[in-house]
């Protein structure tokens, strides 16, 4: 069967001397696995087209379900260049290839999964550095099209005091008082309303919605832990521990680095 789709590269490896082995989301059969032979020779025919964060055309033949495809073209739709070049974008692009190639199933298309991933990693490209709430609000959109969303009510959010709330786990309810039973999780106010803003809002509304840097590190714990809930150990954790260290290395530099001004200086002077 020949195989003509849409398709972002999440991940690339080698395979043999002279072959790259690919896993790729497609837009009509959802994550697959292909080889492209020759690609790693100097004038491959594929050129630095399946390189992880490409939204590329592909071609590829498959004789049976769930075997290995074999890449015969693949050609750039978009590179996102700027995201290539930003090493905070870059690290988020891959973290975010990282969940989509760990939380859905193989040959399981679901073209709505695809149009996330896609319109993230353009979100993504712009040059604003919002790359921290774009991997948030992609891993809460991904559970939806997983099929948890959170059910929480738009009156209990509103409902909230100062003292915070409660997120239920298993369903996503936000409540004032600790549930009785089931796992659940303390979040302050503004942070369960960003988790419901993230969660139901569209991408714009959500990157322009306020929120500091220490409620970003708050919400992304709680949304962690409701992934994790609902996909075990399926949740790929080691990409999002080197993700922190590298945020926390870079806010440690801007902390500590001068402020321009001489110690000495007066500035009325």
């Known amino acids: 069967m020949l195989l003509r789709t849409e398709a972002i590269v999440l991940h690339s490896a080698h395979q043999g001397e002279t072959s790259r082995r690919v896993i790729l989301y497609t837009r009509d059969q959802g994550r697959l696995s292909a080889i492209a032979k020759g690609a790693r020779l100097v004038r491959s025919k ?19 379900p769930h075997s290995l495809h074999i890449l015969r073209e693949c050609a750039y739709i978009e590179s996102f260049q700027h995201t290539s070049q930003d090493l905070n974008k870059l690290a988020v692009g ?37 790359e921290k709430q774009l991997l948030l609000l992609f891993q809460l959109k991904l559970a939806g099209l997983l099929g948890f969303a959170p059910v929480f009510s738009k009156h209990a959010v509103q409902e909230l005091t100062d003292s915070g709330g409660y997120l239920q786990h298993d369903d996503g309810a936000v409540t004032t008082d600790r549930p009785a039973a089931g796992s659940s999780a303390w ?38 832990d409701f992934l994790k809930f609902h996909v075990a150990d399926a949740y790929p954790v080691k990409g999002g521990r080197i993700l922190q260290t590298l945020f926390d290395t870079a806010e440690a530099g801007r902390s500590t680095a001068p402020s321009g001004r001489h110690p000495e200086t007066n500035p009325g002077e």
């Not at 055309?57 to 004789?63: I, K, L, P, S």
């Open 187 to 224: 979040a302050s106010r503004s942070v369960l309303r960003a988790f419901a803003v993230f969660a139901r809002a569209d991408i714009d509304t959500a990157l322009n919605w306020p929120i500091t840097p220490l409620e970003l590190r708050e919400l992304r714990r709680l949304i962690e």
């Open 94 to 130: 891959l973290r975010i290839c990282e969940l989509t190639h760990y939380l859905t199933e193989s040959e399981d298309p679901d073209p709505g999964i695809f149009d996330l991933l896609l319109r993230v990693l353009q979100a993504l490209n712009d040059t604003r550095d919002t």
């Open 46 to 64: 594929f050129g630095s087209s399946l390189q992880p964060l490409s939204h590329v055309q592909a071609v590829m033949y498959c004789r049976t």
